[in-house]
């Protein structure tokens, strides 16, 4: 697109006026594209206005008010009125590291593997354990990007 905005404009210069202006678009919207990535912004936004309903989701979680059996991890179903906070099923990931209940609402759910989500964790010490690219069995599994967000809340990608 910008390249063909910019033959135009090189060959309607002298006859149309404003020929630029396709151009100029053009390279405002690619610069755009390059400097404000959509995702982050997207994430982000998700966050912020989700955070407050996946905090009442933890806390009935926490207090027993879902029912859920809980072995190492599971996968635990959540009310139909919290069913958009996490992405493809109405349902987040719960698990106990260290004794401490950590919470996952995904954001993204490949077939198999590649997932990426928000991540609740009562006490700030059991993020220290997990590293970059290193297998574990656990809902944070060969993480390839851990980012503290906010205290207790972390976004983590895992392939």
């Known amino acids: ?11 309607e210069r002298g006859r149309i ?6 151009f100029a678009f053009s390279f405002l919207s690619l610069c ?19 955070r407050e309903e996946r905090e009442e989701v933890v806390k009935m979680l926490a207090n027993k008010q879902i029912d859920y059996s809980l072995t190492k991890t599971s996968h635990v179903d959540i009310p139909e009125e919290y069913a958009n906070l996490s ?19 995904y954001t993204y759910r490949g077939l198999t593997d590649n997932s990426s989500g928000f991540v609740y964790v009562p006490n700030e010490k059991v993020m220290t354990q997990f ?12 993480p390839i990007e851990i980012t503290k967000i906010t205290d207790h809340w972390y976004f983590v990608a895992n392939t």
Request: aromatic share 20%.
């Open 32 to 50: 755009f594209m390059l400097f404000f990535p959509s995702t982050a912004l997207i994430l982000k936004a998700d966050f912020l206005l989700k």
């Open 131 to 142: 590293k970059l690219r290193e297998y574990g069995n656990s809902i944070f599994y060969d």
């Open 87 to 105: 992405a493809g099923f109405p349902n987040v990931v719960v698990e106990q590291v260290d004794g401490e209940m950590c919470v996952l609402f």
């Open 17 to 22: 006026e404003n020929a630029f202006i396709p």
């Open 1 to 11: 697109m910008i390249v063909s905005s910019a033959v135009y404009w090189f060959r």
